[in-house]
């Protein structure tokens, strides 16, 4: 059981440019969140999914949104990147029926310059 | 929505000393109260967790506490040893089968040989 796994582990862009971020969940998982870790800082919600729908979403703009696909895999996508953007990007799944624990992935760091 | 505060920011403590971390819950829904430890450079993982039905829970050096009137849970690690120096945060989650939770901005745990 390979656990969640991110890709890419790190990553720098251009203020202005768009990014995607990759996130496999663990072996029976079928729900996947997504978090937002500045230096310093714990995790900030910012979204998750269930059966390939945005279930619930934390307070960030539009700029964030994603995707999950047939085989609960998902992606993260932000547009027009800000320096405030630079951060580390976590992945967490979890099983979607129970209030159980989520793993998480090693995470995305992105700088944006 | 849920506001989970914690203290201190940062402790440094002597090997063989115990450690205690505090935070507080807003939200009186909150039932799962995870804890994550985080090293440096890596993925934050789950070392004890607690629900609202229980008091006290202990896994060998490791406890926590929960007092739901008081909307407050405690971590307490004893006989504290230099692997145990990272980052502590802790979590609130409320009840209603999504798995959510809201965490604390964490402790620096230092612990000198």
């Known amino acids: 059981d390979a656990g969640v796994t991110q890709s890419p582990t790190h990553l720098i862009k251009t203020r202005g440019q768009q990014v995607t971020l990759r996130c496999s969940p663990k072996?029976?998982?079928?729900?996947v969140s997504w978090y937002q870790q500045a230096l310093g800082q714990g995790p900030q919600f910012i979204f998750q999914?269930?059966?390939?729908?945005?279930?619930q979403r934390g307070n960030f703009p539009d700029r964030f949104s994603g995707h999950q696909f047939p085989n609960y895999s998902s992606e993260l996508n932000v547009n027009a990147l800000l320096l405030g953007d630079s951060a580390l990007y976590l992945c967490?799944?979890?099983?979607?029926?129970?209030?159980?624990?989520?793993?998480f992935g090693q995470g995305t760091r992105l700088t944006v310059v | 929505g849920e506001n989970v505060e914690q203290h201190p920011s940062t402790l440094s403590v002597q090997e063989g000393d115990s450690a205690v971390i505090k935070c507080t819950y807003s939200d009186s829904a909150s039932n799962y109260f995870p804890w994550y430890k985080q090293e440096l450079g890596k993925r934050p993982q789950l070392i004890i967790d607690i629900r609202s039905n229980v008091g006290e829970k202990k896994d060998q050096r490791i406890a926590v506490t929960l007092n739901k009137t008081a909307k407050h849970f405690s971590l307490h690690i004893t006989e504290t040893q230099p692997e145990d120096s990272a980052v502590y945060f802790c979590a609130a989650n409320e009840a209603g089968g999504s798995y959510i939770p809201t965490f604390g901005r964490g402790t620096s745990l230092i612990v000198h040989p």
């Open positions: 999914y269930y059966e390939e729908e945005e279930r």
């Open positions: 967490a799944s979890s099983w979607g029926q129970a209030n159980t624990e989520a793993f």
């Open positions: 072996s029976g998982h079928d729900t």
